[in-house]
C-alpha cells in the first residue's frame, strides 16, 4: 500500500495576465505539470494557488512553467550575510536548509563572502522565517544594506569580528604555551618535573592546572568550533567544525578520566593530552584568522568601488537653500550642488555650471570630461574646476556605479561548475573521515594495545581533515579574479561566465563600432562643383538619420557653412534622399540611386572604384541630372584591432567577424585585420542565427558587440561580451561587459578568465591531494619507517592548507591588463553603405 502523500501548496504571485483566457492558459499549463494536484488561477488577485507533490515538482519548475507560457511569476531576490561559517560543509548545510523552506526556489550559499543569495517566492515566506531557517542551521544571519550608499555596517562587523577573533587568538596561544610548558618542559629542562614537583601541594597537581587551562581554551575561543560542531552533529551532517570539536574533545575527555578515574586504565595508558586539544584549538584558530584576513583582501574590489560612492550631497530646496542629506534621501529630480573637489554624489544632468569631471575610476577615460548644462554626469565621478547644479536621474541602486558593484558581488557570490565536484566530495567527506577516525582507532587499539596511541591517532585523522581549503578553493579564486577583472574595466555578470569563457574557442566580432570606431567622418571631397556639393548634401542630410549622413552634417558644421533651405525632401528607402534647394532636384546617395535617375557617372566611375578599393565608401551628390561631384566618407578601423585579434590567434582562439555591410566592405576590414571568415550582408536580428550555426559545428562562441543592437547575438553567444561607455554597464543580454569600452579588454577579460579557472584547478588539486596525502599519514601507515603526525602538527597542517589556497588565490591580484600596441593599419579605413533607411 502506498503511503499517504504529503502535498505542498504554493500561493505565487503572476504579472501580465489581462484576461480570463490568460489565466486559463496559466490554469492548463500548471494542470499538466506531473505532480500538481490542482492549479487555481485568480486574474483579479493576480496570484496562483497550487497543490502539488514536492516529491516529483518542486517551486522552481512551476515558476518556470508560469514563465513558459509568457507571464512573469512574481519572485524576490535577497542577500543575507551568514556569520559563523568555516568550510564546505557549513556552506552546504546552510544551503540545505534554506532550500527546505516552502517558496525559497534557490539558494547559493559563498563561504569567502560569507554571503546567501535566495531566491523566493515573497507570498510564502518572509525575510524573517529566511533569517530563522539558516538560524536553524547553526548560523546567524542578517540582512544587508542595498540602497546605494555602501554597506558600512558590514565592514564594521568584519572588524568587530576579527578584532575578537585576534583576542580569542591570543587567549588561546598564551595558555596553549603555558600547558606545552607544564607537559613538556621535561624535553628541554631534564630537571624541569623535579621543580615542579618540589612545589606540587598534591599528586597530580599540575595536571590539574592544564585540564584547567585546557578547559578555558576549548570552552573559551574553541567554543566557536564546538557550538555550531554539535550543532551539525544534531542534523547529522557533521562538518569541519565537527571534526575540531570531536577530536579536541575526545582528547580532553580522555585526560578527564585518566584524574578522575585512573584505575580505569592501564599504568601505561595514563597519559593526558591537554596540550594537544589546546595546542590544536590554537592552530585552527590561526589558521581561521589568517583566512578572515586574506578574504578581507579579496574583497578589496569591492571596497574601492563602494569608496567611490559619496555619503551625502547638498541638496538645493524650494527656496534655493542648500541642505546637507545622506544620498540615500535622495530622489530623482533633486537639484544638487557639486563644488569643485568633491565626487557627484549620484547620477544626473547638469542644469547649471560649467566644469571638467574626471571620470577615469569608472570608464577609464585618461583626460578630464568637459561637462555643462544639458550633459549627463555619473556617480563617482569627481568634479575637478567648476561649480555645478545637477538634477539626480538615478539614485540608490539604480545609478550607474550601484549597478558596477552589484554585478561584480552577483559574480563573486556565484556558484562555478567546476564547483561542483567539491560540492559531492564534500558531502560524503566527513562521514567518511569519522570512519576512518574510527577504524583508526580501532586497529592501533588492538595492535598497539594502548588507549593513548589509539587516541592520538584518532584525533589526528579528525584535525588534519577539515575540509576548509576544499570550501575556499573556488569562491576564494572566484573573488579575487573577478574583482580584480572588475578593477580593470571588465565585468563578469556572473561568475558562472568565468568558467564558461576560459573554454570558448571561437571570438566573433560585430564590426562596426567594435573593430571599428563606429564615427564614419568625411575624408575626401572632388567634383565639378566641389565647393557646392558638401553645403548641398549637408542641407539635404540635416533630415536624416543615417551614420553616414551624421558625417556629412558634422563636416559642413566644423567647416562653419551656411546651409540653404530643403523644401521636398523625400527619402528613398535603400537608396539615398533627395529635395529641392535653390530650384534645383538635389539627390545625395548611392551611385545606383543617381544612375537610375539619368545622372551620368562614367567619368568618376575609376575614381570610384579606387576609393572604394580602400575602403572608402563614396556617395554622389547631382543637381537635376547633372553630377556636381562626390564624398568619401570611411569609419577607421581601432588602432588596436589588429594587435587584439593576432593576439586572440596566439592564445588558440578562431576569429571570425559578422557585419551588415557589403562583402566587398567586410572583406576589407578583414583582410586589414587578418580574419579570414566573414559573414558579410547580414542583418542584426540574423546574427544570433550566425553564432547558432558556429555552435552547431561543435564550436563555443564568444560573440563581442557593442551592446546596443547585438542582443540577440549576445544573448545566444555561450558567452556574450559587450563593449559599452560607463552608462551601459547593465546591458542585460551580455554575459561579460567592457566598461572603458576599449576592445583590448577582450584580452583581458580571456586571460582573467583562463588565469582564475587555473588558479580553481590548483586549488582543488592542492586541497584534495592534502587530504590524500595527511589522512593516511596520520592514520599512522608510516609509522613502519618511524613517520608519526600529531594532533598539534595535523591542526598546524590543517591551517596551512587553508592559507596556502587563499595565498594561492591572491595572487590573481597580480594580474595586468592587455595594451595593444598600436598597429601600422590603426589609420585604415573601410566602406560603409551609401543607404538611407
Same mark, same amino acid.
Given at each position: ?18 484576461? @480570463? ?173 623535579? @621543580? ?171 583626460? $578630464? ?201 523625400? @527619402? ?139 542582443? $540577440? ?62 589522512? $593516511? ?43 595593444? $600596441? ?16
Amino acid at each position: 500500500m502506498n503511503a499517504a502523500i504529503s502535498w505542498a501548496e504554493l500561493d505565487i504571485g503572476i504579472e501580465g495576465m489581462t484576461c @480570463a483566457s490568460c489565466s486559463a492558459r496559466v490554469e492548463r499549463a500548471l494542470a499538466k505539470l506531473p505532480g500538481v494536484a490542482s492549479a487555481t488561477v485568480n486574474l483579479a488577485t493576480e496570484h496562483a494557488e497550487v497543490r502539488f507533490d514536492p516529491e516529483k515538482v518542486d517551486a522552481a519548475r512551476i515558476a518556470e512553467t508560469i514563465s513558459e507560457t509568457g507571464y512573469s511569476p512574481t519572485l524576490a531576490e535577497i542577500d543575507l550575510a551568514v556569520e559563523g561559517m568555516t568550510c564546505a560543509s557549513c556552506v552546504g548545510r546552510v544551503e540545505r536548509g534554506l532550500a527546505r523552506q516552502a517558496g525559497v526556489l534557490e539558494a547559493e550559499v559563498n563561504l569567502a563572502t560569507e554571503r546567501a543569495h535566495v531566491r523566493y517566492v515573497p507570498g510564502m515566506i518572509s525575510l524573517e522565517e529566511l533569517i530563522a531557517a539558516v538560524a536553524d542551521t547553526g548560523y546567524a544571519a542578517s540582512t544587508i544594506d542595498e540602497d546605494g550608499s555602501g554597506n558600512t555596517t558590514d565592514q564594521d562587523q568584519r572588524r568587530i569580528k576579527l578584532r575578537a577573533m585576534g583576542q580569542d587568538l591570543m587567549l588561546a596561544i598564551g595558555l596553549a604555551v603555558v600547558i606545552l610548558v607544564l607537559s613538556m618542559g621535561a624535553t628541554f629542562i631534564p630537571a624541569w618535573d623535579r @621543580a615542579l614537583a618540589s612545589i606540587s601541594p598534591f599528586a597530580h597537581f599540575w595536571e590539574w592546572v592544564q585540564l584547567l587551562l585546557a578547559s578555558v581554551v576549548l570552552f573559551g575561543p574553541g567554543r566557536r568550533f564546538f557550538r555550531p560542531g554539535l550543532i551539525a552533529y544534531r542534523h547529522l551532517s557533521p562538518d569541519m567544525n565537527s571534526l575540531v570539536a570531536t577530536g579536541t574533545g575526545a582528547a580532553w575527555a580522555y585526560g578527564v578520566f585518566v584524574l578522575l578515574a585512573p584505575a580505569w586504565f592501564p599504568p601505561e595508558a595514563r597519559h593526558v593530552y591537554f596540550d594537544s586539544a589546546a595546542v590544536v584549538i590554537a592552530a585552527v584558530l590561526a589558521g581561521k584568522y589568517l583566512e578572515e584576513l586574506a578574504k578581507g583582501r579579496t574583497s578589496a574590489a569591492i571596497r574601492k568601488l563602494v569608496g567611490l560612492q559619496s555619503k551625502t550631497a547638498h541638496r538645493l530646496d524650494e527656496t534655493g537653500v542648500e541642505q546637507d542629506v545622506p544620498v540615500a534621501q535622495l530622489q530623482v529630480g533633486d537639484r544638487l550642488v557639486v563644488r569643485p573637489g568633491e565626487r557627484i554624489p549620484v547620477d544626473g544632468r547638469v542644469v547649471d555650471g560649467q566644469a571638467h569631471v574626471d571620470a577615469a575610476m569608472l570608464t577609464g577615460e585618461p583626460l $578630464p570630461i568637459s561637462r555643462g548644462e544639458g550633459d549627463e554626469v555619473i556617480g563617482g565621478t569627481v568634479n575637478l574646476d567648476g561649480r555645478l547644479v545637477v538634477a539626480a536621474t538615478s539614485v540608490g541602486r539604480n545609478t550607474v556605479l550601484a549597478q558596477i558593484v552589484k554585478l561584480v558581488e552577483s559574480a563573486q557570490t556565484g556558484k562555478l561548475p567546476i564547483q561542483g565536484l567539491a560540492d559531492r566530495v564534500i558531502r560524503i567527506f566527513t562521514p567518511m573521515v569519522l570512519v576512518i577516525a574510527l577504524v583508526t582507532f580501532g586497529v592501533w587499539l588492538v595492535v598497539a594495545g594502548n588507549v593513548s596511541v589509539a587516541l592520538v591517532a584518532a584525533v589526528a585523522v579528525l584535525v588534519v581533515a577539515c575540509p576548509c581549503a576544499m570550501g575556499l578553493a573556488t569562491p576564494a579564486a572566484i573573488m579575487v579574479g573577478t574583482g580584480r577583472a572588475a578593477e580593470l574595466g571588465v565585468l563578469f555578470r556572473k561568475g558562472e561566465a568565468l568558467e564558461t569563457l576560459s573554454h570558448v574557442d571561437t571570438v566573433l566580432f560585430d564590426k562596426t563600432g567594435t573593430l571599428t570606431q563606429g564615427l564614419p567622418s568625411l575624408a575626401e571631397q572632388g567634383g565639378p562643383e566641389v565647393e557646392s556639393v558638401l553645403r548641398l548634401a549637408a542641407a539635404l542630410e540635416m533630415a536624416s538619420e543615417h551614420p553616414l549622413g551624421r558625417a556629412i552634417t558634422t563636416a559642413a558644421k566644423e567647416r562653419g557653412l551656411a546651409l540653404p533651405v530643403v523644401e521636398n525632401f523625400r @527619402a528613398v528607402a535603400g537608396h539615398g534622399i533627395q529635395g529641392y534647394i535653390e530650384g534645383r532636384v538635389i539627390r545625395v546617395g548611392a551611385r545606383r540611386f543617381l544612375e537610375r535617375e539619368g545622372v551620368d557617372l562614367d567619368v568618376f566611375t575609376e575614381k570610384a572604384a579606387d576609393l572604394e578599393g580602400t575602403g572608402r565608401t563614396v556617395i554622389f551628390v547631382s543637381a537635376d541630372e547633372i553630377l556636381l561631384g562626390w564624398l568619401a566618407i570611411e569609419d577607421r578601423i581601432k588602432p588596436e584591432a589588429r594587435a587584439v585579434i593576432q593576439a586572440l590567434r596566439k592564445r588558440g582562439l578562431h576569429v571570425a567577424m559578422v557585419t551588415g555591410d557589403a562583402r566587398r566592405t567586410a572583406q576589407t576590414v578583414a583582410s586589414a585585420l587578418g580574419i579570414d571568415e566573414v559573414h558579410a550582408e547580414v542583418l542584426p536580428q540574423d546574427k544570433a542565427r550566425v553564432v547558432n550555426e558556429l555552435q552547431d559545428k561543435g564550436e563555443r562562441v564568444a560573440f563581442v558587440g557593442d551592446g546596443i543592437n547585438d542582443a $540577440p547575438a549576445l544573448a545566444q553567444a555561450d558567452v556574450g561580451i559587450a563593449l559599452a561607455s560607463g552608462t551601459d554597464i547593465a546591458i542585460e543580454a551580455a554575459d561579460v561587459t567592457l566598461t572603458r569600452g576599449q576592445l583590448s579588454e577582450v584580452i583581458t577579460a580571456l586571460d582573467a578568465a583562463r588565469c582564475t579557472l587555473g588558479n580553481i584547478r590548483g586549488n582543488l588539486f592542492w586541497a584534495f591531494f592534502y587530504n590524500i596525502l595527511l589522512i $593516511p599519514i596520520a592514520a599512522g601507515v608510516a609509522a613502519p619507517v618511524g613517520v608519526h603526525l600529531s594532533p598539534m602538527v595535523a591542526g598546524v597542517a590543517m591551517g596551512l592548507s587553508s592559507i596556502f589556497v587563499l595565498g594561492n588565490s591572491l595572487r590573481l591580484k597580480r594580474l595586468n591588463a592587455f595594451v595593444a $600596441p598600436v598597429s601600422s593599419n590603426g589609420s585604415s579605413t573601410h566602406q560603409l553603405e551609401p543607404t538611407h533607411p
